[in-house]
């Protein structure tokens, strides 16, 4: 899609919602303030319009996403690296493993010995 098509999308959607959001905030203050009556026809057209519109997009929208991208994923070097990055830092998780378990176990016994004398 060229520049010039998506600037003209987008600043016309822009343009489109600040008139709305505009037109919205007006016509719900005067609806607060009980000036305005929304005949319930014109409630039941604007929400078809509305979920229309969300209707319209949602089958466009997905259709500029649609660019097909090569994925070429290396898993034989995935695999190779990760094996390798394991026997790098398996020693280094053990000791680490080690320690706690050895700080556990004598927690456990002074506690035993604790409860012995008590």
């Known amino acids: ?10 600043s016309g959607f822009a343009v489109g919602m600040v008139v709305a959001a505009v037109f919205m905030a007006v016509k719900l203050g005067a609806i607060k303030r009980g000036k305005f009556r929304v005949p319930p026809v014109v ?18 929208v997905p259709t500029f996403a649609q660019t097909p991208v090569p994925l070429n994923i290396p898993t034989n070097v995935i695999f190779t690296e990760t094996n390798n990055w394991m026997a790098t830092f398996a020693p280094i ?22 409860s012995a004398f008590s």
């Open 1 to 10: 899609m060229s520049d010039a098509i998506l600037f003209a999308f987008v």
């Open 43 to 60: 409630k039941n057209v604007g929400i078809g319009l509305f979920v229309g519109g969300l209707l319209l997009i949602a089958q466009v």
């Open 93 to 114: 998780a053990a000791i680490g493993i080690g320690i706690t378990l050895a700080l556990a176990i004598l927690g456990y016994i002074g506690k035993l010995i604790k």
